[in-house]
């Protein structure tokens, strides 16, 4: 097969940055294997990765989350403080790479050094109950989990991808971008399209053909001003409220869940399978469970999309028979009589 000059040499010109990044996380992954510990893990902290492509908004969602964390011990792992304006009075201290602040989270530096940031988490005296890590705008996140995940003291909770309505369409055209934002979508547990507020209904349906044609089976939440509650962007287990809506000047629809608690064992299978068949306008599913014959050993639960984990509850050995779920999910689809069938 012949191929046109013209064609190749416009080929190499597309997004002249993701070789550095591909190099980075190569370099990364060898610097893991040689820094972090061959012992098991006595915790394993939860990491949520920030994606998207440049402007789409993600820094103005880190600073959400570390405005309001959800009742969450959370550390940001941020590429340049500069694009971080962190309230002064939410600030506690500032030392070197490191931001703390008043509601116990961390804005923490990478500076080219992911491994031996995520490793001095880690080794914290008061370790973060989530990690967030916002990747740069040309990142393919599978190659930063990659890099992370080779501690074994991280498990990906979910990756979550912001675009911006405004210019999707555009990128995704663009021979220069198009590469870089089909894999951030590809690589998304959660699609985020922000900046709704800008796009009139014509412009929503076209990008969300787009979206499914590109990655299809994503679980999508429209936003404005990446106004997205931290019980939708984070796993770990915290504060809940019952319902979680958002001002419609600032946001596109809302958020609304609903909690189940049992006094006695579960049958372990019996609710893997209720889980799994859950609708798709639940986004996320979280649990402490005690399960029949292992009343010895709680279990948390987390599902985001089609992702799900199950594992045993860090220092719990004592008998415990209770368990608790917490759904959550769209307010303009949520059906009560449906989950409470399916799950009771």
């Not at 792992?77 to 030392?95: T, Y």
């Not at 990756?159 to 951030?184: C, K, Y």
């Not at 984990?309 to 689809?333: C, F, K, M, N, T």
């Amino acid at each position: 097969m012949i191929t046109d000059r013209s064609e190749t040499e416009e080929a190499r010109k597309v997004n002249p940055l993701a070789g550095k990044e591909t190099l980075s996380m190569l370099m990364g992954i060898f610097e893991a294997a040689r820094v972090v510990p061959r012992t098991a893990p006595s915790l394993v902290l939860p990491l949520t990765i920030i994606s998207g492509f440049l402007g789409a908004g993600k820094t103005t969602l880190v600073n959400r989350l570390l405005s309001d964390p959800g009742g969450r011990r959370i550390a940001v792992l941020v590429n340049d403080f500069a694009a971080v304006n962190i309230d002064e009075e939410l600030i506690r201290f500032q030392s070197g790479d490191t931001i703390g602040l008043t509601n116990g989270c961390a804005c923490c530096s990478i500076n080219g050094d992911l491994v031996n940031a995520i490793q001095r988490l880690v080794d914290r005296d008061e370790p973060p109950d989530a990690v967030v890590l916002e990747a740069s705008g040309v990142a393919d996140p599978r190659g930063i989990a990659q890099v992370a995940l080779a501690n074994p003291a991280m498990r990906l909770d979910s990756i979550v991808t912001l675009v911006d309505a405004e210019t999707f369409p555009e990128r995704l055209r663009d021979d220069r971008t198009r590469s870089t934002v089909v894999s951030q979508l590809t690589a998304a547990d959660i699609v985020a399209i922000n900046k709704m507020d800008l796009a009139g209904k014509r412009q929503r349906s076209e990008i969300l053909g787009l979206i499914e044609a590109s990655a299809p089976g994503r679980t999508l939440v429209e936003t404005s001003h990446s106004n997205i509650p931290a019980e939708v962007v984070l796993g770990a287990t915290g504060r809940a409220s019952s319902t979680f809506m958002c001002a419609p000047a600032d946001h596109v629809g809302g958020f609304s869940s609903t909690t189940r608690s049992w006094q006695h064992p579960l049958h372990r299978e019996a609710m893997l399978q209720a889980l799994r068949r859950l609708p798709p306008y639940v986004i996320r599913a979280k649990g402490i469970f005690s399960f029949e014959g292992e009343q010895d050993t709680r279990y948390v639960y987390q599902r985001v999309g089609t992702r799900e984990y199950l594992d045993a509850l860090q220092g719990s050995s004592a008998p415990h028979a209770g368990s608790e779920l917490v759904l959550i999910g769209y307010a303009d689809h949520w059906n009560e009589p449906e989950l409470a069938a399916l799950i009771s």
